[in-house]
């Protein structure tokens, strides 16, 4: 190691006025000893942090009692602390790596430092000497090929200083002794000299070869030093260098280019320099190009086109946009993360490692800090010696993965895909209670309202914050990039690489509708009841009140013009949605229906949907789901229209993406409702048959895991309730999707009460979206109901029936949203206009009314619109 100069500052005495060294070229000298007591750690560890990156710190930590406060200051990022031999053997038995240690030897005598020193291959110090001579001779025995030995002087002079330099000892010489400007203070030691030292140099002129570096360490030239240009450049904190033919060299004083000097040191030869320096306007070669080998490359490239785009973006940039849009950066960073997390090839890792250290640095220098100030950071973090655990924040913790790296049967991105729902493995012991596929059950009577209303907690929904940081980036890439976006989605969560369009256009061709005659017929009988029980919702004229003489006020409806129909795919083929959704927006009259739902892995859309899609009219289908789907319809692309509302139902990540277009005015689009896992209620009395009600929870329970089911249980006793339980059972084992049943059956629950009363009061509580009533007088109990998506009223009418043919809409509020919206229904798309018509007597007769309302909210320009026209004052 070569030798290096210490100046010595105690932190409880320095002060930046006190002669000698400043603490901007505290940095030019590269290391730093700090004298630290119990009475100044605290202070030590704000240096430290203070401090990082600008020059070695070496803290005498010998005088501390606490090994807890030397393990803190190593912590903080000292790079040495001098210790006494008691805490050496300490630190050692905490794996403390030796290197960062300096033992403080008790006295100077050759045999105190033959014992101290023996069995050990730390660095030692010396303290206060005072007989040079004696340090020379063991320095002399010590031998070269050595650990480094550190000396303080009782009274430094430079011969004292440069005959232990000389023998490779690291001087250490208090701040106030030292000077970069030996000729103005004449009686301090040069640190130009001191340094120099030891330099020596094979040419004839005597000049050291001086490589010049950014504070990367990326080489930006070579040049010439001498102990004068040294001298100077430490005096003026700039680079100076020695010509060879003009004498000292100031770099860039004619071309502006200068350099702001950071550290100098000598290689471990001694034969060469290095200068760290800033580089300052157009590069440090002659030809105007950051290094004398050309153009920065890497990340060095990226931050100086970033930092210049930041001091002059081209208005409308993309870089300018990321600058003044703080969320839109955010977004790009959390999506970029999530698709670096996913990626698995050498090529798409490095790919999506590329997208993401641009945008993150494009935030650190939105922000002025730099790939210096980053890389810093990194060299402090890499010298800690206390560990945390290091595990993810709870928002960003996944569930403990098996050896293949998959957790529940299901990988990151594919819980980010359309269909959620991921089926409960044959291990799994979910929804089984004793081996059999049962429901919790809780007797309302023995248990507290607290624990109850705690039982109908739908499932756990993954934090609403994570789900929207996920789909911000996808809607902003739709926004940003249209067509090659959704498609990039599309591609990556559907599995549709073939896809080169994200559009299917109508007129639909016949062989996407190749349909079996019994579907058909099922979907024109479905299509018809859907349109009559719609159709019967119209208004057959305006309304029309004429509140005072001559004051008429009437209300009309019009169609929403353009509307986008979101089908869901994912693990079941809805071609009744499209219906539910398309028809009543024919029957609205609607002029553009735009269709959205996720194609099969070869491209393709079931045909049974595109059937439907041809049913209703619909200008397209958009080949795509989730979030992409979304943003494509509400801000249009290339290929997909843009509509001005959006309907239908999905999972969380579709729910989201509608919450945030809706939120969004730049948009200009609304939704039906939040929409969310199907559920079911339940409630049966001793009328009820048991294989019905079974099987009415059991087709919601099938939609998926995230699904649930409620059967409110009206005074049966304990046979009645295990008929149900062993229907359910029977029933679920033969369903093909039973291990998704499972699953929703994991979090559903059977409440038993004792009056009808009660079961709908909890009910209402809960607020179903669909509602089954199988109870005697059905009827009757319908006037009950308060929060409800849909009723299904008897044991003739189960919820299949309208989620299919009935006529009724199957697009329901979920997660308790009954208590505030209603299903999807003819007057989902339209909207209502009002419109008032007077004549003079009316205006007459309202507006003394008017004109005193309008004093009163000091509106004098509505007063005068009214006063005008009547003429009064």
């Not at 130009?192 to 004839?204: G, P, Q, V």
């Not at 809780?442 to 209303?453: H, L, M, N, V, W």
């Not at 789901?625 to 999905?650: H, N, R, W």
Request: net charge negative; aromatic share 6%.
């Amino acid at each position: 190691m070569a030798p290096a100069l210490l100046a010595a500052i105690d932190l409880l005495n320095y002060r930046e006025a006190s002669p000698g060294l400043n603490p901007p070229q505290l940095s030019f000298v590269g290391n730093v000893f700090a004298r630290v007591t119990p009475e100044t750690v605290d202070q030590a560890l704000v240096h430290l942090q203070q401090s990082i990156g600008r020059y070695a710190n070496y803290l005498g930590a010998a005088s501390l009692t606490s090994l807890d406060d030397v393990v803190s200051l190593l912590d903080a990022g000292a790079a040495k602390v001098f210790v006494t031999r008691q805490q050496l053997d300490q630190l050692m038995a905490l794996n403390i790596d030796q290197d960062r240690l300096v033992l403080c030897l008790p006295g100077n005598t050759k045999q105190e430092v033959i014992d101290t020193i023996a069995g050990t291959q730390v660095d030692v110090y010396s303290h206060q000497v005072v007989d040079i001579e004696l340090v020379e001779a063991w320095l002399k025995e010590y031998g070269t090929d050595r650990p480094d030995v550190f000396v303080s002087f009782a009274n430094p002079d430079m011969d004292s200083v440069l005959r232990i330099s000389k023998l490779s000892g690291i001087p250490v010489i208090p701040v106030q002794f030292l000077t970069v400007d030996a000729q103005s203070e004449p009686g301090l030691l040069g640190v130009a000299k001191l340094i120099m030292a030891n330099a020596t140099s094979n040419r004839a002129d005597g000049l050291f070869s001086t490589v010049v570096t950014d504070e990367r360490g990326i080489a930006l030239g070579l040049v010439y030093s001498s102990e004068e240009s040294v001298a100077e450049s430490l005096r003026t904190g700039r680079g100076v260098y020695q010509s060879r033919k003009r004498g000292l060299w100031y770099k860039g004083e004619s071309s502006g280019d200068v350099q702001e000097l950071v550290s100098l040191s000598l290689d471990c030869d001694n034969d060469c320099l290095r200068f760290v320096v800033r580089q300052k306007g157009r590069g440090f070669c002659h030809l105007a190009t950051p290094t004398c080998f050309g153009q920065y490359n890497g990340l060095s490239r990226l931050q100086k086109t970033l930092q210049s785009r930041k001091e002059s973006a081209p208005e409308g940039s993309y870089t300018a946009r990321l600058f003044n849009d703080q969320q839109l950066l955010r977004a790009k960073i959390l999506e970029e993360a999530t698709e670096l997390c996913d990626a698995t090839s050498k090529e798409d890792i490095a790919f999506e490692a590329a997208d993401l250290l641009y945008f993150a640095l494009t935030k650190c220098i939105s922000a002025g800090v730099s790939l210096e100030d980053v890389e810093r950071n990194l060299d402090a973090k890499s010298i800690k010696v206390k560990r945390r655990k290091g595990d993810a924040k709870p928002a960003f913790a996944v569930p403990a993965s098996g050896a293949n790296g998959v957790s529940n049967g299901t990988s990151k991105k594919e819980a980010v895909k359309e269909a959620a729902e991921i089926p409960k493995s044959k291990d799994d012991s979910a929804g089984l209670k004793n081996g059999r596929i049962a429901m919790q059950c809780y007797i309302t009577a023995k248990e507290s309202p607290e624990r109850i209303q705690a039982a109908l907690q739908r499932p756990s929904q993954r934090s609403s914050d994570k789900i929207i940081a996920i789909c911000h980036p996808i809607i902003e890439a739709v926004k940003t990039r249209g067509d090659a976006a959704v498609l990039e989605y599309t591609h990556k969560f559907e599995k549709a690489t073939s896809l080169t369009s994200p559009v299917l256009k109508a007129p639909f061709l016949e062989s996407l509708m190749q349909l079996a005659p019994e579907t058909m017929k099922a979907i024109d009988i479905s299509f018809e009841n859907i349109w009559k029980f719609h159709a019967a919702q119209k208004e057959d004229k305006p309304l029309v009140v004429e509140t005072m003489p001559g004051v008429v006020c009437s209300r009309f409806s019009r169609p929403i013009e353009r509307v986008g129909l979101y089908v869901p795919g994912g693990t079941a083929v809805l071609p009744s949605t499209a219906l539910m959704l398309g028809v009543p927006a024919m029957v609205a009259g609607c002029k553009k229906i735009v269709l959205a739902t996720p194609p099969r892995g070869d491209g393709s859309v079931t045909p049974e949907v595109v059937y439907a899609a041809h049913k209703v009219g619909a200008e397209s289908i958009v080949l795509a789901g989730g979030a992409q789907a979304v943003a494509a319809m509400a801000y249009g692309t290339e290929s997909v229209s843009k509509v001005d509302k959006i309907l239908g139902p999905g999972n969380q990540f579709v729910t989201a993406a509608k919450m945030i277009v809706s939120n969004d005015t730049n948009a200009g689009v609304s939704i039906d409702m939040p929409a969310g896992p199907s559920e079911v209620l339940v409630v049966a009395d001793a009328s009820a048959n048991p294989t019905f009600v079974a099987s009415d929870l059991l087709s919601q329970a099938e939609h998926g895991v995230d699904s649930q089911v409620v059967c409110i249980a009206v005074g049966l006793n304990e046979a009645q309730l295990a008929a149900i339980e062993d229907e359910l059972h029977t029933q679920a084992n033969a369903l093909p999707r039973v291990d998704i049943v499972r699953g929703a059956i994991e979090h559903s629950i059977t409440l038993v009460v004792q009056t009808i009363e009660e079961a709908m009061a909890l009910s209402n509580q809960y607020a179903p979206e669909h509602l089954i009533l199988q109870v005697r007088d059905a009827e009757k109990i319908v006037d009950l109901v308060e929060n409800a998506g849909s009723v299904f009223i008897g044991q003739w009418t189960p919820e299949s029936v309208g989620d299919y043919s009935a006529g009724v809409n199957h697009s329901l509020p979920t997660f308790g949203y009954a208590k505030q919206y209603s299903g999807v229904n003819l007057g989902s798309y339209v909207k209502h206009i009002t419109s008032s018509n007077l004549t003079r007597e009316g205006l007459a007769n309202v507006g003394p009314a008017v004109m005193e309302l309008a004093r009163v909210e000091e509106l004098e320009a509505h007063r005068r619109a009214v006063s005008l026209r009547l003429g009064v004052a």
